[in-house]
C-alpha cells in the first residue's frame, strides 16, 4: 500500500509516522508513506495557497488549484475510475464536515493500494475540491481541529496496523474493541474466549494475581474456556453499556445478552 498525505506541514509527519506499527509497515515493505508540500504547487511569489471565501465570512479557505496540480502530478486514475471500483485507488478529504471514521473503514481502506490524505486547513477546502477531487470526506470525530495533519496521523496509523504482517500477532487484531468478526455474524456465539466483536474490549488483568490487595477475577485464573469466554462478555457487554451505549443498538445480541443486559438496566433503575 502506497499513502500519499497533501499537506502545508510536511514537517509535522516526521515524528508521528516514524515510530511503532506504521514505521514496521515501511521497514517490511508492506506500505510506503509519501509527504506532499501543497506550498510546492503554488506559483506566486509567496506560495499562496488559500483566500478568502466568496460571501464574505471569517477566516481563509485552501485554493482549489494547488490542491488540483498536486493530485494530478501524482498520476492517479481518473475519479470515475476511482468511483467504479476499476482502481484500488481513494482520495480523502479530511475535514470536520465528512463522515465519522471507524474500524469498518479502517478495513475498506486497508484493502486498497493507494490512499492519498488532503489534510484541510484554515476554515475549510474550496468545495470543488470535495465534489471533484476528492472520493470521499472524512472526519476522526465530532470536535473540529486547526488541520487534517492529526487525523492523516491517526487514519494512517489504524489502517496500516490491519495490513497482514503489519501486527506480530495478527489475530490480536480481531479481538479488538470496535471489531466484528466476518466469520462471526453472532455476536452471542463465538467460541472463542476473546472476540469482542463489535462491542468495547473486555478488560485485561496480568501478573501478579494480587496487587495491593486487588485480586484478578477468579473466572480467568479458572482454565474453563466456557466460564472465561462468559465472563470476557458479559464485561464487554458492560463496559460497552457504560461508555458507549449507542454501539449496542447495531449489535447481534443472544438471549443470554438481552438478559444480562436487562439486569443491569434494572440494577441501575
Known amino acids: 500500500m502506497k499513502a500519499d498525505i497533501v499537506t502545508i506541514f510536511p514537517d509535522f509527519f516526521h515524528g508521528p509516522l516514524d ?55 501524482m498520476g492517479l486514475a481518473p475519479r470515475e475510475e476511482r468511483a467504479a ?8 478529504l479530511l475535514s470536520a464536515q465528512g463522515k465519522r471514521f471507524t474500524q469498518k473503514v479502517a478495513a475498506a481502506l486497508a484493502l486498497l493500494d493507494r490512499i492519498v ?17 476528492a472520493d470521499r470526506e472524512l472526519s476522526i470525530g465530532d470536535y ?5 495533519e492529526i487525523a492523516a496521523a491517526v487514519i494512517v496509523e489504524a489502517v496500516m496496523r490491519l495490513l497482514p504482517g503489519a501486527v506480530g ?3 490480536s487484531t480481531q479481538q479488538e474493541s470496535f471489531t466484528v468478526d466476518g466469520k462471526e455474524k453472532s ?26 490487595g486487588i485480586a484478578v477475577p477468579e473466572e480467568l485464573l479458572s482454565g474453563n474456556h466456557e466460564e472465561i469466554r462468559r465472563w470476557r462478555r458479559r464485561r464487554a457487554l458492560e463496559k460497552t453499556f457504560r461508555n458507549r451505549p449507542d454501539l449496542l443498538e447495531g449489535a447481534a445480541l443472544s438471549k443470554e445478552d ?12
Open 169 to 171: 500477532n495478527e489475530a
Open 187 to 212: 455476536l452471542g456465539g463465538a467460541d472463542s474466549t476473546c472476540g469482542s466483536n463489535g462491542l468495547l474490549d473486555y478488560p485485561h488483568y496480568t501478573r501478579p494475581a494480587e496487587f495491593r
Open 85 to 92: 471500483g476499476r482502481v484500488s485507488q481513494s482520495v480523502v
Open 117 to 133: 490524505f488532503i489534510c484541510g486547513r484554515y476554515e475549510g477546502v474550496d468545495e470543488r475540491v470535495s465534489e471533484f477531487l
Open 144 to 148: 473540529v481541529l486547526s488541520g487534517g
Open 258 to 269: 438481552e438478559k444480562f443486559l436487562a439486569g443491569i438496566k434494572d440494577d441501575r433503575g
Open 19 to 73: 515510530y511503532g506499527i506504521t514505521r514496521r509497515a515501511q521497514e517490511m515493505g508492506l506500505a510506503k508513506i509519501a509527504v506532499h508540500d501543497l506550498r510546492g504547487y503554488a506559483h506566486d511569489r509567496h506560495r499562496t495557497v488559500d483566500d478568502r471565501p466568496f460571501g464574505g465570512g471569517e477566516g481563509m479557505v485552501l485554493k482549489p488549484e494547488p490542491l488540483f496540480e498536486c493530485l494530478e502530478a
